[in-house]
Antibody, heavy 117, light 109 residues
Framework: EVQLVESGGGLVQPGGSLRLSCAAS????????MHWVRQAPGKGLVWVSR????????SYADSVKGRFTISRDNAKNTLYLQMNSLRGEDTAVYYC??????????WGQGTLVTVSS | EIVLTQSPATLSLSPGERATLSCRAS??????LAWYQQKPGQAPRLLIY???NRATGIPARFSGSGSGTDFTLTISSLEPEDFAVYYC???????????FGQGTKLEIK
């Protein structure tokens, strides 16, 4: 059974940093592109970032470019999102998702990030 | 940048009725369109990929159609567990673009 478990969310002040993790199991992690998708409270889904299966290529939404960094450790079956210079508009539930030909076939349960003073 | 517009914003129907949800793209997306279902407090779930293919484990009452700019998700006979928010999504590998529509809330009438 595929499992994606996010962690690392919490309350952080504006301008602060946070690192999210997504522990994967039940599939060959190193074979799949992975994504982060976020959802502000009461709002819709927004793509944040993606990383190629071997970590050699990354992409970001314009809203987070230069502030967020996606990475992965295939030996630990874990995906990361380093978030710096956080803003109020970054407040959201952050989901990791497994990519199969561009579609999100599996999702984690999400971790809530709240940016507030 | 492609914009996806879903309609209606809210759809009120009764169990057993047929639901038709629409997603319109600002320019052609070919068939690179997926549909997701999200229930309160849960992660989204993939229903339909490439416009018309049901994902693994998705009941046959869910079907997708369309290509180019106009797409439809149809639920042939609503079950109580189908009342949720539905999102369409366009995806492009290069340049990377993963755009969601704003969602349609399907509520019990």
């Amino acid at each position: 059974e595929v499992q994606l478990v996010e962690s690392g969310g919490g309350l952080v002040q504006p301008g602060g940093s946070l690192r999210l993790s997504c522990a994967a199991s039940g599939f060959t992690f190193s074979s799949y592109w992975m994504h982060w998708v976020r959802q502000a409270p009461g709002k819709g889904l927004v793509w944040v970032s993606r990383i190629k299966n071997d970590g050699s290529s990354t992409s970001y939404a314009d809203s987070v470019k230069g502030r967020f960094t996606i990475s992965r450790d295939n030996a630990k079956n874990t995906l990361y999102l380093q978030m710096n210079s956080l803003r109020g508009e970054d407040t959201a539930v952050y989901y990791c998702a497994r990519d199969l030909y561009g579609d999100y076939v599996d999702w984690g349960q999400g971790t809530l990030v709240t940016v507030s003073s | 940048e492609i914009v996806l517009t879903q309609s209606p914003a809210t759809l009120s129907l009764s169990p057993g009725e047929r639901a038709t949800l629409s997603c319109r793209a600002s320019q052609s997306v070919s068939s690179y369109l997926a549909w997701y279902q999200q229930k309160p407090g849960q992660a989204p779930r993939l229903l339909i990929y490439d416009a018309s293919n049901r994902a693994t484990g998705i009941p046959a009452r869910f079907s997708g159609s369309g290509s180019g700019t106009d797409f439809t998700l149809t639920i042939s006979s609503l079950e109580p567990e189908d009342f949720a928010v539905y999102y369409c999504q366009y995806r492009s590998n290069w340049p990377p673009e993963y755009t969601f529509g704003q969602g349609t809330k399907l509520e019990i009438k």
